[in-house]
């Protein structure tokens, strides 16, 4: 570990990207849109996934494993993308390496404490990341007098994975974990889990207009924008056409068919063994 070190000549390298599974690929849609010039690895870790009900030691490892696969890749900055990874120890891989590694809760927190008036915000994930209780930390330490609502939806995941967002019964789920967040008069909603935003027409008909949406994924690639700009490592226009690779833990295929539709492209996945 720790033997991958940036150099001024790096700008040509690709982004690696981590998730549990085809989640992340709403921060790689997002980074694809504000810098269409780099080239991204992607891997997502379908055959562990979910990652939420996990323990944080057990996530770690399996963060640690990822990144050990794209030091290989030829990479100049890490998004660990998935929020339940994030929350069980951004702070350990970015001791383990020299590259800039970036998670999805402080964008996600930075973004939230712009829009909201009435300093009263909501969190939303999974189980891991809402007891890690990492995004209240993250807020607190901007602001200690904010009102904050975290509650963890582990059926949410569920719902988008089985393409059940448009069902009456995702209603009902929706309605059963948010409506005590409406209640308690929040103006801003953290969607903090990748899946989030694949589901966010959903929650804001539960939730009404008056509430903002947070997703972590814009704000990322928001972020990554600016650290790439701040160690000098874009990619320059002249360069060659951007190159996106993925690779999965699991069967290639429904990343593939999921990947295709969410990207707008052919998205070819290669299963590696971690
Ligand atoms: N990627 C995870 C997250 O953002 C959601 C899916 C999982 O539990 O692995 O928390």
Redesign the pocket.
């Known amino acids: 570990m720790g033997s991958f070190r940036l150099q001024v000549e790096d700008n040509h390298k690709a982004i690696g990207v981590i ?3 085809v ?2 690929l709403t921060v790689v849609h997002e980074i694809s849109r504000r810098l269409p010039h780099e080239s991204i690895v992607y891997f997502g870790d379908t055959a562990r ?5 996990r323990s944080y030691a057990e996530v770690r490892g399996f963060v640690f494993q990822m990144l050990e696969f794209l030091k290989h890749q030829e990479i100049k900055m890490v998004v660990v993308a ?4 994030t929350a069980a120890g951004l702070s350990y891989y970015q001791d383990a390496y020299d590259l800039p590694v970036l998670g ?1 809760i402080e964008p996600g927190v930075r973004a939230a404490l712009a829009r909201s008036h009435n300093r009263r915000i909501g969190v939303i ?2 189980v ?2 809402i007891s890690s209780g990492e995004y209240e930390k993250a807020l607190r330490k901007k602001n200690g007098s904010l009102h904050i609502v975290s509650k963890a939806c582990p059926l949410f ?1 569920l719902l988008v994975e089985n393409n059940l967002v448009e069902t009456p019964e995702a209603g009902k789920v929706a309605h059963e974990y948010l409506d005590q967040l409406v209640a308690e008069r929040i103006d801003a909603l953290i969607l ?4 989030y935003p694949l589901m966010s027409h959903l929650i804001q008909r539960v939730v009404g207009p008056h509430i903002q949406l947070i997703d972590s994924a814009k704000e990322t690639a928001a972020e990554v924008e600016e650290i790439l700009g701040c160690n000098d490592i874009v990619n320059p226009l002249s360069c060659n056409e951007p190159r996106y690779r993925f690779f999965v833990s699991g069967n290639p295929k429904p990343f593939e068919e999921v990947g295709s539709k969410l990207l707008q492209q052919e998205v070819k996945a290669y299963q590696v063994q971690l």
């Open positions: 998730d549990s599974g989640g992340g996934m979910p990652y939420g009900p998935c929020n339940s990874a999805v994930g999974t891991g990341t995941v903090g889990c990748t899946h």
